[in-house]
């Protein structure tokens, strides 16, 4: 059966589920949505494949985390997280474990909080975003992309590199921004944070809505990032990927058309994209 949604990104597998994840699956099954559990780093990406292999409408991705590959700063929240020397080969081997991996990453650039030796972290994250993008590119798999104050150098590495295949997940960019990234041929996915209210000035939300509003239909995808930024009706809690229902409803809405609509070309253009 086909899904209504696909939650193209949510951390499924990590710890933050493990007392409830049993209700979290069951309520995703009656609005029949489908999810990409994301991995941040190689231990936890193992994991994401085991929940993918025996769970019905899971996929997984396997891939580290840009702000894994420069600080020891261990977050319990997402399980074990040390492995900071990957190679092309050990993606692609990992990879190639599962019919159910159909992503590499998440991998890319998050220059919002760097280490105070800026420069060296700066060049490790890009050679670590290259490795992923040459496993992706041997493996013809999308790539789901972490961009965080640095999407300029990200459109810059992608053309560079010739390999613009994928989604750069929890966008919260202007038009001008987004505009070189759907041009080289990468989709845009948007999240929770595009259903928080407006604030006066420069509100990221004001941003992300004008971009929602100009993206080629074909190119929006919906997630959650779950289990962090819950949409606006369930702010402070724990988000889950059911609540991406939330985010197609916004964009719906931004766009001034159905929640059907909506929810049935994003869905396609996940199962398009990741072949699910
Ligand atoms: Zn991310
Ligand atoms: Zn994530």
């Known amino acids: 059966m086909k899904p209504f949604l696909v939650d193209t990104h949510c951390h499924l597998h990590f710890p933050a589920y493990d007392a409830d994840r049993e209700q979290v699956l069951e309520r995703m099954n009656e609005k029949n949505i489908w999810a990409l559990t994301i991995g941040t780093a190689i231990g936890n990406a193992r994991n994401a494949i085991k929940l993918a292999e025996s769970t019905e409408g899971i996929w997984a991705t396997v891939g580290l985390h840009p702000s894994h590959t420069t600080s020891d700063h261990v977050d319990t929240d997402e399980g074990e997280v040390h492995e900071h020397d ?17 992503a590499i990453g998440e991998a890319g650039l998050d220059f919002y909080r760097l280490p105070e030796e800026r420069e060296a972290a700066i060049q490790k994250q890009e050679k670590v975003f290259r490795t992923h993008i040459e496993a992706a590119k041997q493996l013809d798999l999308p790539l ?49 944070i595009a259903t928080f209210p407006l604030r006066k ?25 779950a ?30 058309v159905t929640l059907e609509e909506i929810a049935k070309q994003t869905t396609e253009n996940a199962r398009a994209l990741f072949l699910i």
Do not use: Q
């Open 86 to 102: 990957l190679t092309v080969e050990g993606l692609v081997a990992l990879a190639r474990s599962s019919k159910k991996v159909v």
């Open 144 to 192: 789901v992309v972490h961009c965080r104050d640095a999407l300029s150098r990200l459109a810059e590495i992608l053309e560079e590199t010739g390999y613009a295949k994928g989604v750069v997940h929890s966008f919260t960019g202007t038009w001008e921004e987004a505009k070189p990234l759907l041009d080289l041929g990468m989709h845009i996915a948007v999240n929770g």
């Open 201 to 225: 000035g420069k509100d990221p939300s004001t941003a992300i809505n004008e971009t929602i509003k100009r993206i080629p239909v074909e190119r929006l995808l919906v997630e959650t990032d």
């Open 227 to 256: 289990p962090w930024l819950a949409p606006n009706t369930y702010r402070g809690k724990r988000n889950e990927p059911s609540y991406v229902e939330e985010v197609a409803k916004h964009a719906a809405h931004v766009r001034g």
